[in-house]
């Protein structure tokens, strides 16, 4: 699937996430990495390196209420529904809330010679 030789992409940790319904990450930012949702529904909320922010409280804690502590002109936004794969870029901030029970795979991937350096 992510043949290194075909991707150029060099994992460097795997984790496997399961939680129900209303679960998540909160808001962070990291390496680059791909998620594959096994199974459920899920919402990632991201903003780019230049607008990344971290925060330890859970995004649906955060987003139940207005204002939310993100400007809506810094979110992208989009749903995971099961079997797809989605590819967080390095250095950009994200969040996941489960619509749905879920369980996924994420493997996180070098891709450049430093964290958030890309060489691709």
Known sequence: MLDPEVTALEPSKLSLMLGPRGSGAPMRY???????LVRGERTWLMQAPSEATFSPVH??????????????????????EEG????????????TINNKESLSLYLQVVT???DFSASV
């Open 84 to 95: 797809d794969l989605m590819f967080v870029p390095d250095g950009w901030s994200r969040a």
């Open 112 to 114: 450049g010679v430093d």
């Open 59 to 80: 995004p649906a804690d955060l987003t139940e209420t207005a204002p939310w502590p993100w400007s809506k002109e810094t979110l992208y936004a989009c749903d995971q």
């Open 30 to 36: 990291a390496r680059a990495g791909v998620d594959v």
